[in-house]
């Protein structure tokens, strides 16, 4: 196809020289059009002509660049782009179009003001390599890289973003098919570059910046410090907030272990950049890398055939391999087992201030032992306490992924190899991190002998472990008390064995339940409260019988109470919680008993209410939990009042003793609730003292003195009188709790007439009547209390003495009625509470007439 090309070069310059703007456009204009205008397959005459046209317009076009209309520059440069696309590339062109870029694009200051004339000139020089590469003359190229490495590097630091993106898509263009050794003299300065761009604000340029340096990479000098540069700049584009920035990172990664001919140098720097992508937040990056590292091992594979072909007849995969993760390719694997020093540069990352660093090396190391599998045991002692550090990590994304990396190391690496070291960590380490560290690989691995379950328990009895007040650290040891559980029914071991086992297992969940209790973590106590019914099961016990059985153990444990310490301190913390959590019981009461009085004797005043208040708590289920016939019950029931109780009853002068009196008369009344058959025989002997703890300056006390009183049953008239008018004065008191609990205790107290004579026996009715109508009395006058809580219990109480004193009723419902002002009210309650008796006319005859007086009255 020809096409007959007629050009008035004469005129064209001539119109490129003229002063008008608008006549030097027309004329830019026109020519590009004429090229446009040329069809493809045009002969090689044509083009000839067309080249001659060039060469005598050529200087003018050039000028036009530098022409001082924006308009005639713009036009100019896409006139000279449509004369490269049809002619055919010749150095002679090249020469004179980037001699002109440089003059333009390559000086130190901006010459061209206009954005978008830079943006053209980088096209064109995009261009150039575009045309002259596919034609076989890319090495035309070499002369002209010092002048081409001037024009990039400033559009690389052009402050226009489409600028920077043109010149590194041209830079991309241009190292695929360059030189190595003609190139490699300018990459050093075309990589500071575009390492200015790599924090550039638009994801797109840093998307640019990486995808060039990944193929300036391939031409760069390995020997030097170019290269560790290029991997410490990119690296942090690694934790980039945007995914795509992240998935160039890992593809330039790809393109240096499938192409960078000194690779194998380079693995330790290399591999991070697609590891990490292995583990991003974004399925898409994952995704878009997993085939591409596949191919990567492929190579690897085909490149070490001989050795990594007889490694995988004996590798398989671990009996516990993490569910749902895909297991690497023997190639992939073998490329990061060569490459397992990185992992000190990996560990001191972990311990960054950044979370987001520490977070990134973290996921960067599970990739690693995901790969390394077994082969990473050679370097656990090496890894395990910085893993350990961040299971303990305050950001909760941090510590989650260490656990991951925890359970991991678990489950792929050699069992037998770490155990020692994993033991030696937490033995020397009695810190949180590396008992969850240790819990995550232990639970996830199949290993765990007797031997070893024993030696972990007993090594968490101690008290840096069991006895420690971090909730967390607390967590974790009944979880590693669980897990202990779990690997107990696989281990070849006697019954006895697993008893002495379990013995201990029980010994330490209980102290850390009790730390739990009291430090008020009630989710979970109840989570290692699952334990103790598992080692009941066990045994064949019931959880009482192990806490009747084992306890005395714990108790043991119970050390540095004979010191002035605080209710806060850890031992009385210990032994509340104690207390509390596994009540009293007869098996080891007497063990109890002493640890209390030490307590008593040594330590501080809130720390001895602080065990009293538990103490008087556990009593109320003494029925529940001492399980003996009642002589034995009552036994130990008056030894532990004896021991415990008695001694503060007695009045003694100081607030301390007062807030022991206090708590002494709230463990007697506790006691008596929960055993009322066994307070029936003990309580007598404590009556002498009762009426001055009904009298105690203190409330609480006397509050449980008037609770107390109603179990005082069994004694005879002279035991019962002091306590009982005590009580009476309480309707005096001036709380209103104990004024009605003193008028229901009145109507309760009985007396057992014990005297052998009739005379004796009438004297003491008499004198408790004498009680009864003083009770009458007192009473009737406080059911004209405006207190609507005081009159029901003066009224419960008199009826109960009304049905049993139907006499002294109706002689002081006669006295009163005389004296009341509200006789109405007294007369309903006499209708309510008068039990009539057949034998008691004339009495009721006489009532019936000073009932009418007063009405009358």
């Known amino acids: 196809m020809t096409a007959n090309i007629v050009m008035d070069t004469k005129l064209i310059c001539q119109q490129l020289e003229n002063s008008d703007r608008r006549i030097k456009t027309a004329a830019l204009a026109q020519l590009r059009e004429q090229c446009k205008s040329i069809p493809a397959g045009t002969g090689v005459r044509e083009l000839e002509q067309m080249a001659c046209y060039f060469d005598e317009l050529y200087l003018h076009l050039l000028k036009c660049y530098t022409d001082h209309f924006e308009a005639v520059r713009d036009h100019a440069v896409m006139a000279v782009n449509a004369f490269l696309e049809i002619l055919p590339p010749l150095d002679f062109h090249l020469t004179n179009v980037m001699a002109t870029l440089g003059e333009r694009m390559g000086q130190t200051e901006t010459v061209e003001p206009s954005e978008e004339i830079r943006l053209l000139y980088i096209s064109q020089m995009h261009l150039m390599v575009r045309l002259y590469v596919p034609m076989g003359t890319a090495g035309i190229f070499h002369e002209c890289y010092p002048l081409a490495t001037k024009v990039l590097i400033k559009s690389i630091k052009d402050a226009y973003p489409l600028v920077q993106r043109e010149g590194c898509a041209t830079l991309v ?46 031409h760069m000098d390995a020997s030097g410090e170019n290269m560790r540069r290029l991997f410490s700049e990119v690296s942090p584009l690694l934790m980039d907030s945007m995914p795509l920035v992240r998935r160039e990172c890992g593809q330039m990664g790809i393109l240096m272990l499938m192409e960078l001919l000194d690779r194998y140098s380079f693995f330790e720097r290399i591999l991070p950049l697609v590891l990490c992508c292995l583990k991003d937040d974004s399925p898409d990056v994952v995704n878009y890398i997993r085939p591409l590292w596949v191919k990567c091992g492929k190579q690897y594979y085909d490149e070490n055939e001989t050795e990594l072909s007889q490694q995988e007849l004996s590798d398989l995969p671990a009996e516990n391999y993490p569910k749902d993760v895909e297991r690497p390719t023997i190639g992939c694997r073998g490329l990061v087992q060569r490459s397992l020093r990185l992992l000190q ?67 792929l690496l050699s069992y037998d190899s770490w155990i ?16 969850m560290c240790f819990y995550y690989m232990f639970k996830a691995s199949t290993g765990g002998t007797y031997e070893q379950l024993l030696c972990l328990v007993k090594l968490l009895r ?189 009045w003694q002068a100081g607030v301390t003793a007062e807030a022991m009196r206090s708590m002494a008369m709230a463990t007697l009344c506790a006691l008596a609730q929960g055993a009322p058959e066994e307070a029936r025989e003990v309580l007598p002997s404590l009556a002498k003292l009762m009426s001055s703890l009904l009298e105690d300056r203190n409330i609480t006390t006397r509050h449980y003195a008037i609770q107390a009183v109603v179990f005082f049953q069994g004694l005879n008239v002279e035991q019962l009188k002091p306590l009982a008018y005590a009580t009476m004065q309480r309707m005096d008191d001036p709380s209103s709790e104990i004024r009605c609990m003193a008028a229901i205790a009145v109507g309760e107290l009985r007396p057992v007439y014990t005297s052998e004579s009739e005379e004796e026996i009438q004297h003491e009715r008499e004198v408790w009547e004498a009680f009864v109508q003083r009770s ?31 006499k002294l009723w109706e002689d002081r419902y006669a006295r009163a009625l005389t004296m009341v002002r509200q ?13 009539k008796d057949e034998d008691d006319d004339d009495n009721g005859s006489k009532l019936a007439i000073v009932k009418e007086e007063s009405k009358n009255q």
């Open 345 to 411: 540069l990996i560990t001191r990352e972990t311990g960054d201030w950044k979370d987001n660093v520490r977070l990134h090396s973290l996921k960067l190391l599970y990739q690693f032992i995901l790969h390394a599998e077994a082969a990473m045991t050679a370097k656990f002692f090496e890894i395990y306490p910085h893993v350990a550090l961040g299971c303990s990590d305050e950001n909760a994304v941090v510590s989650a992924e260490a656990k991951k990396v925890s359970d991991l190391m678990g489950r």
């Open 173 to 218: 263009s241009l190292t695929r098919v360059a030189d190595t050794a003609q190139l490699r003299p300018h990459t050093q300065a075309l990589a500071v570059a575009l390492y200015s761009m790599l924090n550039h604000k638009h994801a797109q340029a840093r998307i640019s910046a990486v995808e060039a340096l990944g193929r300036l990479s391939l």
């Open 462 to 650: 101690n008290s840096d472990y069991s006895h420690t007040l971090k909730p967390r650290f607390q967590m974790y040891i009944l979880r590693m008390m669980d897990t202990v559980m779990d690997k107990a029914r696989w281990v070849t071991a006697s019954q006895a064995e697993l008893e002495k086992l379990y013995d201990v297992v029980y010994v330490v969940h209980i102290k850390v339940i009790a730390l739990m209790h009291s430090l008020n973590m009630n989710m979970e106590f109840k989570e290692g409260k699952t334990v103790l019914e598992r080692i009941a099961e066990a045994e064949q016990k019931s959880v009482d019988e192990l806490h009747e059985s084992l306890f005395a153990l714990v108790l043991k444990d119970v050390q540095n109470l004979d010191a002035d310490i605080d209710e806060n301190a850890e031992p009385i913390l210990l032994l509340d919680g104690l207390i509390n959590t596994c009540n009293i019981r007869a098996t080891y009461l007497p063990e109890l008993i002493e640890k209390v009085k030490i307590v008593f004797a040594n330590c501080s005043d809130s720390a001895q209410v602080r065990i009293f208040s538990s103490l008087s708590v556990s009593s109320l289920l003494w029925s529940k939990t001492v399980k003996l016939e009642r002589e034995q019950s009552t036994q130990l029931w008056s030894n532990f009042v004896k021991e415990i109780v008695e001694p503060h009853l007695v």
């Open 776 to 806: 009458m009395d007192l009473l009737l006058l406080y059911h004209e209390s405006p207190e609507k809580d005081v009159q029901a219990a003066a009224e419960l109480t008199l009826k109960k003495l009304a049905k049993a004193n139907p």
């Open 420 to 435: 020692d070291h994993g033991f030696h960590g937490i033995e020397h380490h009695a810190k949180d991190s590396y008992l």
């Open 823 to 835: 006789k109405d009210r007294l007369a309903e309650l006499y209708e309510r509470l008068t039990i």
